[in-house]
C-alpha cells in the first residue's frame, strides 16, 4: 500500500509560479514511475509529467518550457515546479505513484490561476 499526500496548491496570478509536493509513505520500494495529472470539472482527467525511478522525464506538450517534474528518491518525494501559469492551467492536480501492479493517487490539490 503507497499513500500520496499533495500540498503546495493555491491561488496565483497569470505569469506566477507555484511548486506542488507529492510525499510518498508506505510500500515506497514498489514505486516505479511517478506523475502529476491534473483534471477540471466535465473533462477527462490529463497527464502533465512523469518521472521514472531513474530520473528520466516526460511532458504534456501544453507545459513543456514551463513545468519541472522531479523528484527526490530519499525523502520519497515528487515535484512539479510550475512557471509561467497560464488561466488554462486551472485544475485539480493530482499526484500518481505507479508499481507493477497499481497506480496509486493522492486526493488532489487545487490550482486556481487568475488573469
Known amino acids: 500500500q503507497v499513500r500520496l499526500v499533495e500540498s503546495g496548491g493555491g491561488l496565483v496570478q497569470a505569469g506566477g509560479s507555484l511548486r506542488l509536493s507529492c510525499a510518498a509513505s508506505?510500500?515506497?520500494?514498489?514505486?516505479?514511475?511517478m506523475a502529476w495529472y491534473r483534471q477540471v470539472p466535465g473533462k477527462q482527467r490529463e497527464l502533465v509529467a512523469r518521472v521514472t525511478k531513474g530520473g528520466s522525464t516526460a511532458y504534456a506538450d501544453s507545459v513543456k518550457d514551463r513545468f519541472t517534474i522531479s523528484r527526490d528518491n530519499a525523502e520519497n518525494t515528487a515535484y512539479l515546479q510550475m512557471t509561467s501559469l497560464k488561466p488554462e492551467d486551472t485544475a485539480v492536480y493530482y499526484c500518481?505513484?505507479?508499481?507493477?501492479?497499481?497506480?496509486?493517487w493522492g486526493q488532489g490539490t487545487q490550482v486556481t490561476v487568475s488573469s
Open positions: 508506505g510500500s515506497i520500494f514498489s514505486i516505479n514511475d
Open positions: 500518481s505513484a505507479r508499481t507493477t501492479v497499481i497506480t496509486y
